[in-house]
């Protein structure tokens, strides 16, 4: 259910034509790589070679996501993994991802899952797997 990595890497590829062919000027430098990238060293290489030079994933090795993980989120993030290097001895959710190839690409992690900033302008649960649970806030 899938698409392998190069159908996805068209997939930028044709988007950034699209727009070219829809009259917009400036290309796009950030890209939310699709969870497929995620896993293998060579993304950054591939997020570079599709024109952009930022990108922001949600899951990495090590984090508590919930609905996916057995154990409590105090656990978390597991030693020796990407997120206690980030979240707890670098304190920050952004760093340099570097490909095999030497490319490099800005990176931000939401370290909090999905949804971030979805409720900026309001009070309430999140929406998740479909429904809304929340109140706009009067200004």
């Not at 829809?22 to 995620?38: D, F, I, K, W, Y």
């Amino acid at each position: 259910m899938l698409p392998d990595t190069e159908a996805i890497l068209r997939d930028y590829a044709d988007g950034q034509h699209w727009l070219k062919d829809n009259g917009m000027t400036v290309e796009p430098r950030l890209g939310l790589p699709a969870r497929r990238l995620r896993p293998f060293a060579g993304a950054a290489d591939n997020v570079g070679r599709v024109g952009l030079d930022m990108a922001a994933i949600t899951r990495i090795d090590g984090m508590y996501f919930i609905g996916c993980d057995y154990r409590r989120s105090v656990g978390f993030s597991l030693p020796g993994s990407s997120a206690e290097l980030l979240a707890k001895k670098l304190k920050t959710a952004d760093f340099v991802w570097c490909g095999p190839d030497g490319s490099q690409v800005l990176c931000h992690w939401n370290p909090f899952t999905y949804f971030q900033g979805d409720l900026l302008a309001h009070v309430g649960v999140v929406r998740w797997m479909g429904p809304d649970l929340w109140v706009p806030v009067a200004h």
